[in-house]
């Protein structure tokens, strides 16, 4: 291996490898990602060193704005503190770069008691992530993973350097951890035990002017919370701990009545500012870091945070033909948080990484079928815009493919952002199905050829056209080219994936710094240093941390919670609705619940059918039920841009590829293809909701998982898989609508054979040409041929002003909508129920 002017080259490796990730491709794969990180360290050190940023085309440094302090796009992340080696300390190490790392930690050293003494105003989020997560990070990595005591022999040849390093190092990144930390913890001493988003490093709060501080998001006033909490844990002081966990649980217990949170608050007046939520900007972590404490501090409490949330999104936000194996894309636009209805429709960039913590969580199938619509819009523009339309919001009713580009755009740039390369490599971590390396390829092949700049990366201003723009933010380096080379670590051979970081319990924290909690940790960061700002015990948490109950919040006011400092460490336990369990109307049966059981395992890798017992290789998307459905379905906003090549554009569909790994029988659905996909739905979904909407998080969805004695015939009112959903009440129903020439959610052509049978019975149905499906309800996919069952209610059921006939049942206690027939939701009526028999 040698180096020229920046660029690895290996010798005897071709560029062309043809989507064979052989172990001699792999590593051409690796070396060419090393590369890359390299010559955007490189082109910083040269020309941006030590300000925060380098310009990649310009190859200029660049920092904050100190003409206009209202620039917060720039002047949030960068605050004149060299960030760009405060983000990337672990990046120095995950890509070996031994001398960088050894300047890095020199010059930190040398600026220890200086660096953060800078009259800037920054955001508390973006510092506490970037810099005091960067800081955790390295020491923990320093101080906790090569013993410096232990011989040479005790490590691979290969890191001996780093052991060298880690003789050296005093704990002193702790130290600056601690004094930034201290510098950041004012904004959380708010009456409203709200944070305020921004301080100014030197004069703290007084240096910030007022009309700055009005606003934070979910995301920024809860995710300091893994961050100063590991502070506390790892020095002693719990004041970081005890601050940043009263504003998390204050702002959770703050949750509207269909458990939701809105995405901006006012901390000066204790109010939410708006009345939307989701999962991508402004809220996004405040998921991820639920999942992730509970993880690195044992916590139980955050866990239940997380189902919880997770539970209500499943319930309001989720879209699609989508829940289980075999789904097509699955989408969580924003929605309203005291109505649930969806606010608006679009797909924000940095939502992509929600698939990753989907695969952390063990929900894999959710995973995937999330991960397959951002993966179609990276088909489309070689990148994720800001903001993509799901349907097209101006000039929707023009022909032209530029007027369509621009509906189809609500946010033009694209900064290189990590998002979707993050979950790719979670994804190939949990399935190692060799797509997702496929994916990678093709994203290290354009960042090679179209987005490297001179003294680095740059990314784009306007997606439409191709403009570029001029700035390489740190998470570049940090995250986009870190997953993309871990991703390509197939035989765990990259430090993170070696044996010496096995005995970490360690996660990635939203900026892809790794960081974990042990006892070794907590007993070397105490003892490394005699540090007298520091105090306290460093007792490892508990198995389980207890708190009392907090009442559920009702009603939709805005008013947050007065601050109360029994919020600290409570956790809401939502009140249990009691229903007539299904025991004692079939008792035959035993009951499974179907939702609450997916956050009590981790599931299995739902590709393994497909890649076990195979004669050659394959890959389980070729299997997948829904593949290409979202191609269709949104293909008015799916428009490439007129710059890109147009023959160039299907990752999945790539010849190479499929000569490979998708040319190997066929797949469930039509077993005697050969490497054929099954046709696209084409009918029309209807989401809708049932009676008071409240209730629908606390209503029990049952699955039906066996019969006592182990068998039934054919004609039996209930079989395994089976819904019970006690209540209509409080239902979504995610509805399809079946007509005679479509195909529908399961592949099946529906013909008017089908049909036919579907009305051999009096009264069924007022309109003959369609009938209605039930394929998802309150989060829960129904298995194919299953039926719901539901208590009886009166019926039918009249709209009062109309005196139209909403909900009836008929002759099959099938229940009917509007008129139309849902085949699959019957009413129980005990023995007096008979199953429906689907037409095949």
């Known amino acids: 291996m040698i180096l020229e002017n920046d660029t690895f080259v290996s010798p005897g490796y071709g560029l062309a490898f043809n989507s064979s990730f052989t172990p001699s491709h792999i590593k051409y794969l690796q070396n060419e990602t090393k590369a890359l990180f390299v010559h955007g360290w490189n082109g910083y050190m040269k020309h941006g060193f030590p300000l925060d940023e380098v310009r990649p085309l310009l190859c200029e440094p660049y920092g904050p704005d100190y003409d206009d302090i209202y620039d917060i796009i720039r002047n949030d992340a960068m605050g004149n503190t060299t960030l760009m080696i405060l983000d990337n300390i672990d990046s120095l190490i995950i890509f070996e770069q031994w001398d960088h790392l050894k300047f890095a930690l020199q010059f930190l050293k040398d ?170 900007a402004s809220g996004d972590s405040f998921y991820e870091y639920a999942a992730k404490s509970a993880i690195i501090f044992n916590d139980d409490a955050m866990w239940d945070v997380f189902t919880a949330s997770y539970r209500s999104l499943l319930h309001f936000l989720a879209e699609g033909r989508s829940g289980t194996v075999g789904s097509g894309g699955m989408i969580f636009p924003n929605v309203h948080v005291s109505e649930g209805s969806r606010a608006n ?30 993966l179609k819009i990276w088909n489309t523009f070689d990148l994720i815009p800001e903001r993509w339309q799901l349907v097209p919001t101006q000039n929707s009713d023009a022909d032209s493919e530029i007027d369509k580009l621009i509906a189809a755009v609500s946010l033009e740039w694209y900064p290189l952002r990590p998002e979707f390369i993050e979950s790719t490599y979670y994804l190939y971590r949990a399935t190692r199905d060799p797509m997702y390396l496929q994916i990678g390829e093709r994203v290290l092949n354009l960042l090679r050829d179209r987005y490297k700049a001179p003294c680095g990366f740059h990314g784009l201003q306007d997606v439409r056209t191709g403009e570029r723009n001029d700035r390489m933010e740190t998470f570049v380096l940090g995250e986009t080219l870190k997953y993309l080379y871990l991703l ?137 039920q829904g593949m290409f459905a979202a191609d269709a379905q949104y293909n008015e906003t799916l428009i490439r841009p007129s710059y890109l090549p147009k023959d160039d554009n299907q990752i999945e569909i790539t010849n190479s590829f499929i000569n490979i790994y998708g040319l190997i029988g066929g797949n469930e659905y039509n077993q005697n293809s050969l490497g054929q996909c099954p046709h696209p739905p084409t009918t029309q979904l209807t989401d809708i909701f049932m009676g008071d909407r409240t209730l629908g998080p606390l209503l029990e969805i049952s699955k039906v998982s066996k019969l006592r004695d182990h068998h039934y015939v054919e004609g039996d009112h209930m079989r395994p898989n089976d819904l019970w959903v006690p209540e209509i009440g409080g239902v979504r129903a995610l509805l399809e609508e079946l007509r005679v020439g479509t195909y529908d959610s399961m592949f099946n052509f529906i013909s008017k054979q089908y049909m036919d049978e579907i009305f051999n019975y009096p009264r069924l149905s007022r309109r003959k040409e369609k009938v209605l499906r039930v394929i998802r309800i309150n989060g829960v996919q129904v298995s194919k041929k299953a039926i719901i069952w539901t208590r009886p209610f009166k019926t039918p059921v009249v709209d009062p002003q109309s005196q139209t006939v909403l909900l009836d049942v008929n002759v099959k206690n099938q229940i009917i909508l509007d008129g139309v027939v849902i085949e699959n939701w019957l009413f129980w009526k005990g023995g007096n129920t008979t199953r429906i028999n689907f037409p095949n």
């Open 111 to 280: 600026e220890q008691h200086t660096l953060f003494e800078k009259d800037t105003i920054v955001q508390v989020f973006e510092t506490t992530i970037r810099a005091l997560g960067g800081l955790l990070s390295a020491h923990l990595l320093l101080s906790d993973v090569v013993d410096s005591r232990g011989g040479r022999g005790s490590i691979p040849s290969k890191y001996i350097p780093l052991k060298e390093i880690v003789d050296d190092y005093d704990g002193f990144l702790l130290e600056m951890a601690y004094d930034l930390g201290l510098k950041l913890l004012p904004a959380f001493k708010t009456q409203s035990s709200i944070p305020l988003p921004r301080i100014n490093l030197l004069h703290g709060l007084q240096g910030v002017p007022s009309d700055l501080q009005d606003e934070n998001c979910l995301a920024g006033a809860t995710s300091p919370v893994l961050e100063f909490t590991l502070l506390s844990k790892l020095t002693g002081d719990s004041q970081f701990e005890k601050f940043s966990q009263t504003t998390f649980w204050k702002i959770w217990n703050g949750k509207l009545v269909l458990g939701l949170l809105p995405m901006t608050i006012n901390p000066l007046e204790n109010t939410w500012k708006d009345s939307v939520t989701g999962i991508g």
């Open 488 to 624: 390509f670590d197939v035989d765990n051979e990259i430090f993170l994936h070696s044996d010496l970081m096995k005995s970490k319990n360690w996660v990635f924290s939203t900026e892809a710094h790794p960081l974990w909690l042990s006892e070794s940790s907590l007993l070397r960061s105490f003892s490394s240093r005699n540090n007298s700002k520091t105090k306290g015990d460093y007792r490892v948490p508990s198995k389980k941390r207890l708190g009392g109950i907090f009442a559920f919040l009702k009603g939709n006011s805005k008013q947050l919670p007065s601050d109360n400092a029994s919020l600290f460490y409570k956790k809401t336990l939502l009140p249990n609705i009691s229903y007539t369990d299904i025991l004692d109307l079939e008792p035959s049966l035993t009951k499974k619940d179907a939702f609450k059981d997916r956050f009590y395992y981790c599931e299995l890798n739902p590709f393994a059918k497909y890649q076990e017992n195979q004669r050659f290789m394959t890959s389980g998307f070729y299997h997948w």
């Open 345 to 374: 429709n679009y797909i924000d960039l940095l939502s992509a990484f929600w698939s990753g913590l989907q695969v952390l969580t063990g929900q894999l199938s959710d995973a995937i079928n999330t991960h397959l619509l951002y």
